[in-house]
Nanobody, 124 residues
């Protein structure tokens, strides 16, 4: 059974940084595509950044130049480095696996495994 556990969330001031981690069990991060999503209260879940098996990435315009996705193959961990955080980045952050076709990395419907999320709060 595939399970994903996110960690690294917290509260920071605007301009600060956080690094989120996602550790899948029962699944190799090299096997499929993976992505980070977020959901703010009262809003729909949105794609933040995704990574193909090849290492290519797709990043939402709202976070380009500030957020970076990466993999540690040895540890089987997916990371999201978030710099220059803004209050509008506040939300629950989820990692996900697309074990199938790997189409649009920023489309939630493409993904079939999800973690429980980690909260990120950015204050002004």
């Amino acid at each position: 059974q595939v399970q994903l556990v996110e960690s690294g969330g917290g509260s920071v001031q605007a301009g600060g940084s956080l690094r989120l981690s996602c550790a899948p069990s029962g699944y190799s991060i090299n096997s499929g595509c993976m992505g980070w999503f977020r959901q703010a209260p009262g809003k729909e879940r949105e794609g933040v950044v995704g990574i193909y098996r090849s290492g290519g990435t797709s990043t939402a315009d709202a976070v380009k130049g500030r957020f970076t996705i990466s993999k540690d193959h040895d540890k089987n961990i997916l990371y999201l480095q978030m710099d220059n955080l803004k209050p509008e980045d506040t939300g629950m952050y989820y990692c996900a696996i697309d074990s199938g076709f790997c189409g649009n990395l920023l489309a939630a419907e493409e993904y079939n495994y999800w973690g429980q999320g980690t909260q990120v709060t950015v204050s002004s």
